[in-house]
């Protein structure tokens, strides 16, 4: 071993690791005579030389980056869809802190099972987590002990996708505290219209904020930033792609100063008025909406607005008249329904309307 080269035993560590990883029958006794299941042996490895040492930190860095807790053992293995015999493992006897600070530094993920069962132990492995730039935040933002480490000294954060607002439990955006958070994607929003589903905001620095467009069926009647603002300043982008009222619409764009900002499924409100009335309604409303898209000090504003309404006692020739007379830049075409189409883009500002009217 003291005379093997350093590159040949990384070299050779990666063919081996990499013909384990395709050898997953666990019958195969070539497999088996890999593992590192015992941690006393683990141990003494990688006390034995600095070689030894070697071996087992390269393998925490590059292979053994799936991190599990079972009865208290530490387990690192591979990351693959079936059962595996490529284990590293430490027990509170048996352990060597250097070596689960790495375990924390590399991991790629970490299993649900990961608990709190006598993990005292671990404590140099929550403290790499502090140093991870490779783990997937998915897998540990509901749990409190995990993420607090994860995010402890960091400047910038990215939590992921899948980001449900509203929800009870640990509430990892809080904990986020003054760090960057560089992409926030909303994928499911409980109580869209409460203010307390969206108070976790508040003060946060967040740089792209996105809503998806089926985080709720709902509509969203409300400023969702107002009482519960996060700090502009950092914001540079501002989606939302689920339906958004035009009333809260509007009151965002007068509000709220982004760089780009897109609002991509605006809802003009139905009321049941004459139809004359509704429609100067609407012009008025419409008027109003792109007042603040001109007025918004960002680069980039777009608006896409659309209602689909029905009206009985009215026939389609009669609307198609009034459309005509109180929208008269807007194209209008009558089939079996009515659309009616409108854009008006200066420069990097746009608003795009389309109403769709029936009959009963």
């Not at 904990?175 to 994928?187: C, E, L, Y």
Request: net charge positive; hydrophobic share 40%.
């Amino acid at each position: 071993m003291t005379e093997l080269k350093t590159h040949l035993l990384f070299e050779t560590l990666d063919i081996a690791f990499k013909k384990m990883v395709q050898k997953v029958d666990p019958s195969c006794r070539e497999v088996r005579n890999w593992q590192f299941s015992k941690a006393k042996d683990l141990c003494a490895l990688a006390i034995s030389s600095a070689h030894g040492y070697r071996i087992v930190a390269y393998a925490l860095k590059h292979f053994a980056t799936r991190i599990s807790i079972v009865g208290g053992i530490m387990l690192c293995d591979t990351v693959v869809s079936i059962p595996t015999y490529q284990r590293l493992c430490f027990k509170p006897k048996y352990h060597i802190r250097a070596l689960l600070h790495l375990a924390g530094r590399f991991c790629t993920y970490i299993d649900y099972t990961f608990g709190p069962a006598n993990d005292d132990f671990l404590e140099p492995f929550y403290e790499g987590l502090a140093f991870n730039d490779v783990l997937s935040v998915s897998c540990i933002r509901d749990n409190p002990k995990l993420f607090r480490a994860y995010i402890k000294g960091r400047v910038f954060v990215n939590l992921g996708d899948y980001i449900s607002l509203g929800q009870s439990g640990f509430d990892y955006l809080k904990a986020v505290g003054n760090a960057i958070v560089r992409s926030f994607k909303v994928f499911h929003i409980n109580y869209p219209n409460s203010p307390g589903t969206y108070a976790s905001l508040k003060g946060r620095r967040i740089n792209d904020f996105w809503i998806w467009r089926h985080a709720t069926d709902k509509c969203v009647n409300r400023d969702i930033f107002y009482g519960a603002t996060p700090q502009m300043a950092y914001m540079k982008r501002l989606v939302i792609d689920t339906k958004l009222g035009i009333k809260p619409a509007i009151q965002m764009l007068q509000r709220y100063d982004v760089d780009y900002i897109a609002l991509n499924t605006v809802c003009l409100v139905r009321t049941r008025i004459s139809f004359v009335e509704l429609v100067k309604s609407w012009r008025d409303t419409l008027l109003t909406l792109w007042s603040a898209i001109n007025n918004n000090k960002g680069t980039h504003t777009s608006v896409h607005c659309s209602v689909h309404d029905r009206f009985r006692d009215i026939s389609l020739n009669s609307m198609v008249k009034h459309l005509n007379e109180l929208l008269p830049d807007y194209e209008v075409i009558c089939t079996d329904h009515i659309e009616c189409k409108y854009s008006n883009i200066v420069g990097t500002k746009s608003m795009h309307v389309l109403l769709v009217i029936y009959t009963f």
